[in-house]
């Protein structure tokens, strides 16, 4: 038996891949399509599959999702390796790591299947089809606008982010940055990282408020960071005093707009995303030609618009249901 089966059914047999994935085209579908998220359980990520989800019958496609747990390159390689070994026509995949994963995804590239990257390109832009995300760079821009209006223009930010390294975080960062140059009275402290926890996140809310009195606001820049920044705001009695503008969104957050303790947050279109993305791969598939680059809208959520419905369609799902 070859090492490709094997790794596959391996992968299957502890859970890290469905036994689906691993074996033949299912049903009458014309095409077979894999998703291949960061981590499962992500509710970014859980909107893309619900997005490709909601044109797969539409478009004769046999679609599914398949990844580990953990965000992590080692995690998500043997799942794209198992994927590969199941030959199927093309990969929709949101990279763990821009460098890292570019070996295990020329080889499914070199095999025939079209890779489909969401939320984040390659380093190697000769691997993939098309790239489809938001404009991070603007994103950060609307989220700096937010903050120096909600503060007026005065006091001390903290930016907290995962992890050093990561173009999309750096994107998202960058322009923030470039939107406080406009508010010379807002002082931005250097960049706090959680290694995505929460828990981290909160500390670093509660530390900066014990060490500067004028602090105002607080810039998540991910999900993790964003509920952390939440429990530390709270935890500091700061509720109303400073400001927390996030970015992406789960129901803990959705629950810090309502209430109020998140100020705003950007909010991509995940969904859209995922439903591009699988358009995108059968138009490859089929020998069609698919824009190198394609983006997706944001909305700016806040209290008084949460509910509407225009900011309800971006609002990011756990379920398709």
Do not use: W
């Not at 994927?83 to 821009?98: E, K």
């Not at 400073?242 to 991509?268: L, R």
Request: glycine letters at 10%; hydrophobic letters at 40%; one cysteine or more.
């Amino acid at each position: 038996m070859k090492k490709s089966v094997l790794l596959a059914a391996s992968l299957a047999a502890v859970g890290l891949i469905s036994t689906a994935a691993a074996g033949a085209k299912t049903g009458g579908s014309a095409y077979r399509v894999v998703y291949i998220p960061g981590l499962t359980g992500n509710p970014f990520y859980s909107t893309v599959a619900c997005g490709a989800e909601s044109v797969a019958k539409s478009l004769n496609v046999d679609f599914s999702v398949q990844g580990a747990p953990t965000f992590a390159v080692t995690a998500q390689t043997p799942i794209v390796q198992a994927v590969t070994a199941s030959h199927p026509n093309a990969i929709m995949i949101s990279n763990d790591d821009p460098k890292a994963m570019i070996p295990s995804l020329l080889a499914a590239q070199n095999a025939g299947i079209k890779i489909v990257n969401i939320d984040g390109d390659l380093a190697d832009m000769s691997i993939g089809v098309t790239n489809i995300q938001s404009d991070n760079t603007l994103g950060g821009q609307l989220a700096g606008a937010a903050m120096g209006k909600l503060i007026h223009g005065k006091g001390t930010v903290v930016i907290i982010d995962n992890s050093p390294g990561y173009p999309i975080s750096e994107e998202r960062r960058d322009g923030f940055l470039d939107a406080m140059k406009k508010f010379p009275g807002i002082t931005v402290l250097p960049v706090q990282y959680s290694n995505n926890s929460p828990a981290t996140a909160a500390s670093i809310v509660t530390s900066t408020a014990s060490a500067h009195s004028d602090f105002a606001g607080v810039y998540t820049v991910e999900t993790n960071n964003t509920e952390g920044a939440i429990t530390g705001v709270r935890d500091a009695h700061l509720v109303g005093k400073v400001k927390i503008v996030g970015y992406d969104t789960s129901d803990p957050i959705v629950a810090g707009i309502e209430s109020g303790i998140v100020s705003a947050d950007i909010v991509q279109y995940p969904y859209g995303e995922g439903r591009l993305g699988l358009e995108s791969a059968v138009k490859a598939i089929q020998g069609k030609a698919v824009p190198r680059e394609q983006s997706q809208p944001f909305v700016v959520a806040t209290p008084s618009n949460i509910h509407t419905a225009t900011v309800q369609r971006f609002i990011y799902k756990t379920s398709c249901s």
